[in-house]
């Protein structure tokens, strides 16, 4: 923080011109480079003084607001670890850095979400959230692949606008990519469901995540990438419908809306949908001091929000008149009434994505039971070693190479549909996820050269987070009845340092970045190559369904209520 | 039913927890909380002498198994079991969606189509003409807009066996019993809403029963067995008899001893107060004043007396006078008197020259949620709220959005008191009181709390109230001895009678003799911010205004003293600061956005006395007792006693049992923590966007409260308290049934009794009398010690012994 300050200060003294700073190197080989940049230009400025103005408000608000709440604590840390992570986007002087800075804000929405992790609902939403987010930093893992293979290196911020005039047209499916990323975190429709399920937490955290800072960082991608599809007229168009879309679709929602903070949600997206108009359009003073202007009342009015009882009560004490509408039973009575309940239902946003993409997954996983067997194990460990020999042993056809990444592919991706439909026990859950990464990385080596220190930093990455898991899922499974994932266990009640190594092991598990794994992979993705559009399919599914059902398995065995002990617990509909 | 049995009971229906765990007693006991003498007693009379050795053994160190499994919940749970389905989660987002919109008062901004049809009538129509649908599939459509449609036939098609209908809707009803608990009250009283609106718990299980069947259907076809057809346990009567069970005794003795370790002392210091020698002169007091039994007047009528110029006197803070008020410029009435009476008057406040309506303060508009004027607030509002939040967390101050008791009646404003022949033909009330209407109410008043004598120039009445900001729960800060609502407009109204010189007449006439120099003023005091406004002062006598002055000067150091002794609660508030910064502080506190605890409410209430103010003058009772003034010796018969005590238990009783079961299961009879509370159509919240209603306190209300039962100790004859007690059953069941606990103080004989199996038995304390010393009141305030967690057994540290205050 205090660096990203200095920074700042810097920035300001020479002359508010964009600035440049070629940070520390991560990783480095002959074909791919992972290093820290930083770059700071107008952009920013302004989000980093919103943030810094809000965080700091919100701290000074918390330390009061939350005093001897259970968590007090924990709420700081998450903040913090939230801050930097901003900080670390809005500095980001590549796409490299400002996909880390990403993951880390991820990482603390669900945290932050899932803060009262003792109760069903802050768990259940911070999963739906937290699978959103994961397909939108898939998209962003191939914006960044894309990225590499087009460019054919490092792309730094500072250097956009030479790139331009060399690749044109390729810029269009890098532009549609960044695009649906800033969508999904802007909550743009068909996104926007996210939003007011995300303010589980304490208000406070509402105010600062989904009022002001988070939600906002979907228009500062789409600030920052603009040079990249400024070019591109149907592009822009195509922002700015989606712009209007979701402003006229959020504001159909926002009136028909009863709750306070659902309400205040949707009138924050409806604003957004019209920063996408103003970025579009090439507005970006107009789009930057309308988020400076709209995170500020949004989080007023979010922290004000319990206020909203006594005043409109005493309010309409004075002035109420009972509202008069007659709905004809005509056309235009029609529209309004279907309007009504379209908006009720937020336009079935969140039922179309269960029952169209969550639970078709998870009816074909429950038909690989299979999967669970102890055969089918032997079968992988097999089929694995076969695997490394032929893609280590350079003699092997090209035949058997490529049926061997096609058997892996198809393994790692039914392996993680089992274990995220999986009801089973933990460890075999567990177990699954281990797997299908084993085979994803297979997958990744038969398509590729590689080295074996890199080899080695993927294998290590996961073969640890494995173990670790597998000791803290032996360490709670002791009783009579095997640890099953058919429902929530609550185990941060009871063993929260169990809880947090096993979090540690599954953020490595799902390639959390800069987990020696997330670099492995990283690497390996590299040997993809452009034209092989269906490997990437492979691995988005991949990656999606490895970090969701991983988090879903650390969420069921740790969050919920806890039922073990005799205590009060909370009920599932509160 | 029995107190225990009852909550045993319903521990095992609803799954609630009702008392603390073995664990939680247990390490009460060792640190000294629950006392080893009263355990030891305790256990002997449960289990009588023969049996000590073994129950004592039972109590300390047995361990029990055994989780219980709410029987409501277990026929529903066969669902889950039988198939890959989530009814609740299914169906309960999208219900509560519909019911908050319908009974909305004003947050949504267009209000739901059809709305004065009943609920399902209103979706009916609306569906009709509708591109979209609330139920997805052709069933369960058809059956919404079949006229004959019964809740059997729904239930057929969803149970199938009519033996389990019962135990499914009771289950499905308790599985978000806000909601269906907010739907009832409503059905029976559409009046608590401004806005009332037609509902009914029926049309909610037909709605709810529709959409389970239309989630099934989405999810299965008709490939769906009814639930009756795939369980296989026996239906079950869900309130059929719980077994005796040994954890239940243990308990029992436990929280007994828990109870009475309190008790005890509190009996020993009440006796040995009316021993000690009262050396305060009678008669010589300036003036007297009548706060509220609100158990949190206790502070600073224990303060304004240290003056020692004021005698106080308590009395329910209604102050006798019932009626409908009707604020300036309002287009509703507001009732003011305790909730089970209904009145027959009407005050309206006359506006005066100067207005009072209330500013609007725009970001809480809901044009600033549209699209057109939504883009513009955003555009311009942006920075001026910035610059608002910063001013509130460096200097809160009063503005339109926080809740100001003051605001409740204005000074200026002159009221409607005496009657003069006009009536609300509408609503069939009389506006105003006759005069033998009013000296019906002040002679009744009077007589209640014995004063009927030494009557001091200045006499006031002072209601109490609560400002908090930013707080849906600032409602529970009020108490139900007044209205529900602030007391400033009962007092004033109280006053006005008092001094109206007809009914001096006719109380005169009546024997109850107001001397002509005598004169009443009403008053309000803000528990949060601890201020006192007083009302009608223009009208006092050039005389009486200078003493009044005077006495101004009284209450504000007796603020300033209360205010310090509710500071050692607050954390953030150092005690030991001077009483100016602790006075600024405690009123930003009730000003302020980020400040949860305004003040505790009830918190820590555990005693109720009636009886003189000698009984308890020299007592730091710690804020938990209510406190009704009532003289034995002006009543020696009893004949005012039954007025006085009847609507004791329902007040404090119901107030006690509240933070009692919000105490000891938070999660699920309480609201938990306030801090993600989402306000829901105005009249609830919520957790989230779907969660359930949250009824109860919340977390930041309970922690300080230890959870007893209210012991009620009346100083008089126990033989005259037993006669008025159990002439009326309605009174008397409180306290056979032990909800309530009675204690009388035979003042002539000085000693204790109890109530026990409807008879009263002589108590001997049996803590040690030395142990209730003599302190000085800033000493114990400064050095008392602030809970390190809201776990009971860190937290009832901070409540503190009873002790002799030094006069
Ligand atoms: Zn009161």
Not at chain 2, 266 to 294: V, W, Y
Not at chain 2, 324 to 347: E, G, M, Q, S
Not at chain 2, 630 to 650: E, H, K, M, Q, S
Request: neutral net charge.
């Amino acid at each position: 923080m205090f660096m990203f300050a200095w920074t700042f200060a810097l920035w300001v003294r020479g002359g508010v011109e964009p600035i440049f700073d070629a940070g520390l190197t991560l990783f480095s080989s002959d074909a791919y480079v992972f290093a820290f940049n930083f770059y700071m230009d107008a952009i920013s400025a302004v989000f980093f003084g919103v943030t810094c103005l809000i965080t700091i408000l919100i701290l000074l608000f918390s330390k009061y607001y939350m005093h001897r709440d259970p968590g007090f604590r924990r709420f700081h840390a998450t903040i913090l670890l939230f801050v930097f992570g901003l900080s670390l986007v809005i500095f980001s002087g590549n796409f490299e850095t400002l996909f880390v800075g990403w993951e880390f804000i991820g990482i603390s929405s669900f945290l932050l979400i899932s803060f009262y992790r003792d109760r069903y609902l802050p768990t259940k939403n911070s999963l739906k959230v937290f699978a959103l987010y994961r397909i939108a930093d898939t998209l962003f893992i191939i914006a960044l692949w894309y990225a590499h293979h087009l460019f054919d290196k490092n792309v730094l911020f500072s250097e956009f606008a030479s790139l331009i005039g060399e690749h044109g047209n390729d810029l269009l499916i890098l532009g549609i990519l960044f695009v649906a990323v800033a969508m999904i975190k802007s909550a743009q429709f068909p996104f926007s469901y996210w939003l007011p399920r995300a303010m589980e937490g304490p208000t406070t955290s509402s105010a600062i995540f989904y009022g002001a800072l988070s939600v906002h960082i979907g228009l500062f991608l789409l600030l920052r990438t603009y040079p990249l599809w400024e070019g591109n007229t149907g592009l822009r168009i195509l922002v700015a419908l989606v712009g209007l879309l979701t402003a006229l679709i959020a504001t159909s929602i926002t009136r028909v809306q009863s709750s306070a903070k659902t309400q205040i949600a949707y009138a924050s997206v409806t604003q957004i949908g019209i920063m996408f108009v103003e970025v579009a359009a090439g507005l970006h003073a107009l789009a930057l001091f309308h988020f400076v202007s709209n995170a500020c009342l949004r989080t007023y009015q979010l922290l004000i929000s319990p206020s909203i009882l006594s005043y409109l009560i005493h309010y309409q004490f004075y002035t109420f008149t009972p509202p008069t509408h007659k709905m004809q039973p005509n056309f235009v009575g029609k529209i309004r009434s279907t309007l009504f309940i379209l908006g009720l239902k937020e336009w079935n946003m969140d039922s179309v994505m269960t029952h169209h993409i969550w639970q078709p997954l998870k009816s074909m996983g429950q038909r690989l039971r299979f999967l669970d067997k102890k055969p089918a194990l032997m079968f992988c460990v097999a089929l694995l070693f076969l695997g490394m020999y032929v893609a280590h042993d350079e003699h092997a056809s090209r035949m058997i190479v490529s049926g061997m990444t096609w058997v892996s592919a198809v393994l790692s991706i039914l392996l993680f549909v089992r274990s995220y439909a999986n009801t089973g026990t933990a460890l075999a859950c567990w177990t699954q996820v281990f797997f299908g990464q084993v085979f994803a990385f297979v997958f990744l080596i038969t398509l590729t050269e590689v080295t074996f220190q890199t080899a080695l930093i993927y294998l290590t990455g996961i073969v640890l987070a494995y173990a670790a898991g597998l000791l803290c899922l032996r360490f709670l499974d002791t009783g009579s009845v095997r640890l099953s994932v058919s429902e929530y266990h609550g185990y941060m009640y009871k063993h929260p340092a169990i809880g947090n190594i096993f979090f540690v092991a599954t953020l490595a598990m799902v390639m959390f970045p800069i987990t020696p794994s997330f670099i492995g992979e990283e690497v390996l993705l590299s040997g993809i190559h452009t034209d092989q559009s269906a490997f990437v399919a492979v691995f988005i599914l991949g990656y999606v369904l490895s970090g969701v059902s991983s988090m879903r398995l650390f969420a069921k065995v740790f969050f919920g209520p806890h039922a073990k002990t005799y205590h009060e617990m909370a009920y599932r509909s509160s | 039913m029995l107190f225990y049995d009852a909550i045993f009971k319903a521990s095992e229906i609803f799954g609630y927890k009702v008392t603390f765990s073995l664990a939680e007693y247990r390490n009460l006991y060792r640190t000294g909380r629950i006392h080893t003498t009263i355990l030891e007693r305790t256990v002997r009379e449960h289990k009588g002498d023969e049996h000590f050795d073994e129950w004592y053994r039972k109590v300390l160190h047995e361990t029990f198994g055994g989780q219980l499994e709410a029987r409501i919940h277990a026929l529903r749970k066969g669902w889950r079991e039988h198939y890959p389905i989530d009814l609740n989660n299914a169906v309960h987002p999208l219900l509560f969606r519909i019911l908050c919109s319908y009974l909305d008062q004003g947050i949504a901004i267009v209000p739901f189509p059809y709305e004065n049809a009943g609920l399902l009538d209103a979706i009916r129509a609306l569906e009709k003409n509708s591109a979209a649908h609330f139920l997805n599939t052709d069933r369960a459509r058809t059956l919404l807009h079949d006229p004959d449609l019964t809740l059997e036939v729904l239930l057929t098609i969803l149970v199938g066996k009519q033996e389990y209908f019962e135990e499914y809707i009771y289950g499905q009803q308790f599985a978000h019993r806000g909601w269906s608990g907010m739907v009832s009250t409503l059905e029976n009283r559409p009046e608590t809403l401004l806005y009332p609106k037609k509902i009914a718990l029926k049309d909610l299980i037909l709605l709810e029963c529709l959409m389970e069947i239309d989630a099934l259907d989405s999810a299965f076809g008709l490939n769906w067995k009814p639930l009756g057809e795939l369980t296989n346990r026996p239906p079950m009567d869900i309130f059929a008899d719980i077994d005796a069970k040994e954890i239940y005794d243990v308990i029992k003795i436990w929280h007994d001893a828990f109870e009475w370790s309190y008790y005890d002392e509190a009996l020993m210091a009440i006796k040995k107060s009316a021993s000690h020698n009262p050396n305060t002169k009678e008669g010589a007091k300036r003036f007297q004043a009548i706060f509220c039994i609100d158990e949190r007047e206790d502070s600073i009528r224990r303060h304004i007396e240290s003056t020692g110029a004021c005698e106080t006197l308590g009395a329910p803070g209604f102050f006798g006078v019932e009626f409908y008020f009707h604020p300036a410029h309002a287009k509703f009435y507001d009732k003011l008197c305790p909730a089970p009476v209904t009145p027959a008057f009407l005050i309206e406040e006359i506006p005066s020259a100067e207005k009072h309506t209330p500013a609007r303060e725009i970001v809480y508009t809901k044009e600033s949620h549209t699209l057109i004027r939504g883009t513009v607030a955003s555009y311009i509002l942006g920075i001026p709220s910035l610059v608002k939040l910063i001013f509130n967390l460096l200097s809160p101050t009063m503005s339109p959005a926080i809740a100001d008791a003051f605001a409740h009646m204005h000074d200026e404003n002159e009221l409607t008191v005496v009657h003069e022949g006009k009536r609300d033909e509408a609503r069939n009330l009389q506006i105003g009181f006759t005069v033998a209407q009013m000296a019906d109410r002040v002679e009744k008043l009077l007589r209640g709390i014995g004063l009927v004598r030494n009557f001091t120039r200045l006499v006031y009445f002072i209601g109490h109230g609560s400002s908090s900001a930013n707080n849906p729960h600032h409602g529970a800060h009020d108490c139900g001895a007044c209205s529900g609502r602030p007391g400033s407009v009962n007092a004033r109204v109280a006053a006005t009678m008092a001094n109206h010189p007809d009914v001096r007449e006719e109380l005169r006439k009546r024997g109850l003799d107001i001397p002509a120099s005598t004169h009443f003023v009403g008053g309000l005091h803000d528990t949060a911010s601890d201020e006192i406004e007083f009302y009608d002062e223009r009208k006092m006598s050039a005389e009486h205004q200078e003493l009044h002055t005077q006495n101004k000067q009284d209450f504000e150091r007796a603020l300033d003293l209360n205010a310090k002794e509710r500071s050692r609660r607050f954390m953030s508030i150092d005690t030991k600061q001077s009483l100016e910064r602790i006075r600024k502080a405690i009123k930003q506190r009730s000003v302020s956005y980020f400040e949860p605890r305004p003040e505790l409410g009830h918190g820590t209430n555990a005693l109720c006395i009636v009886g003189n103010r000698a009984l308890t003058r020299n007592l730091f009772l710690d804020r938990r007792a209510f406190m009704n003034s009532y003289d034995y010796r002006t009543d020696p018969d009893g004949t005012f006693l039954t007025n006085v005590i009847a609507p004791l238990p329902l007040v404090c009783g119901g107030i006690n049992l509240e933070y009692y079961f919000s105490r000891m299961d938070n999660s699920k009879l309480g609201a938990g923590t306030k801090l993600p509370h989402n306000v829901m159509g105005l009249i609830g919240v919520a957790n989230s966007s779907d969660g359930d209603l949250r009824a109860g306190l919340p977390l930041q209300m309970i922690e300080v409260h230890d959870p007893i039962r209210l012991m009620m100790i009346v100083e008089h004859d126990p033989a005259v308290v037993s006669r008025v007690i159990l002439a009326t059953p309605a009174l008397s069941e409180w306290f056979t049934n032990e909800w309530v606990h009675l204690a009388a103080f035979h003042p002539e004989e000085n000693r204790l009794y109890i109530f026990k199996d409807r008879e009263f038995v002589p108590y001997e304390p049996c803590t040690d009398e030395t142990s209730v010393l003599e302190e000085d009141f800033l000493a114990v305030i400064e050095s008392a010690e602030k809970m390190k967690t809201n776990n009971i057994v860190d937290a009832t540290k901070e409540n503190l012994r009873i002790r002799l205050m030094p006069r």
